[in-house]
């Protein structure tokens, strides 16, 4: 069966050493690879995996340039020395906000990676808007962290019911949240958005150990196998790990396969 990790992370070389050690001393978490994309195809290789979406966030007001054109960069290698789909990154504070996602559009990127956390802007903040309004437009899927983060543990910057505001605001937007709907808020999004959006996905990233199997499994019935991508959040959780959690809910041969690979083919417009 075919594999796309739908949820990975890789820096550049220059940075990828010191970026993964702050980011490991935040989340208190030892990684499974070096933080960059050779890490990622090693990964892809002993999962039997296809491909990975590449996210990157950008932290700071002004370093989408940066940011896009060396995703951009990276995307290119795609199919010549390993197969990895880059997304593009928006801060929420930017000036050009709008534009840059336009920008991101015209690089042909496949989407866009915001971290409400990271970014110190709730989800439902008006920040975020033309970020979504432009995405809705153009038809960008937009990734987001979801539920409690190790960077502020006591604020949320993105609950379940902030990201359903969200999406009866911009019902037509492609909205992917990230570790079932929100890590650790898992009854949250079972009540408040699981079945009830059209353009709603969930990726079930960093999963195993923190969502119980019962509840896994009822969230992807409720939610619908059609809208559910499989994702690991690697290099913090390990690709073949999380797979395997996914394989052991016994789910119906039909919902894996949208899971594992079809669901992200469709919504990407991928070939693999």
Known sequence: MKLIDFHTHAF???????TLATLSAVSKITPHGDGTR????RELRAAEADLAVVLN???KPGQETTVNNTAKTFDCLSGAEGNTVYFGSVHPQSPHASHEVHRIRALGL????????????????????PIFEAAEKLGLVVGTHAGWDPLSPEHVHATPEMCEAVLKTFPRLKLVLAHF?????YDEAERVLAGRFENLYFDTA?????ISPEQAKRLIEK???????FGSDFPWHSTREERDFIKSLSLREEDEENIFYKNAQTLLGLTV
Do not use: C, N
């Open 206 to 210: 960093f999963s195993l150990g923190l």
């Open 181 to 185: 709907g929100g890590m650790y808020r």
């Open 57 to 59: 966030v950008v932290t």
């Open 12 to 18: 550049p070389p220059a940075i990828a050493g010191r």
């Open 223 to 229: 939610q619908t196998s059609s809208r559910i991508l």
């Open 38 to 41: 050779e890490g990622v195809l």
């Open 110 to 129: 496949k989407g866009i990676k915001i971290h409400p956390d990271y970014q110190h802007t709730e989800i439902w903040d008006e920040a975020y808007f």
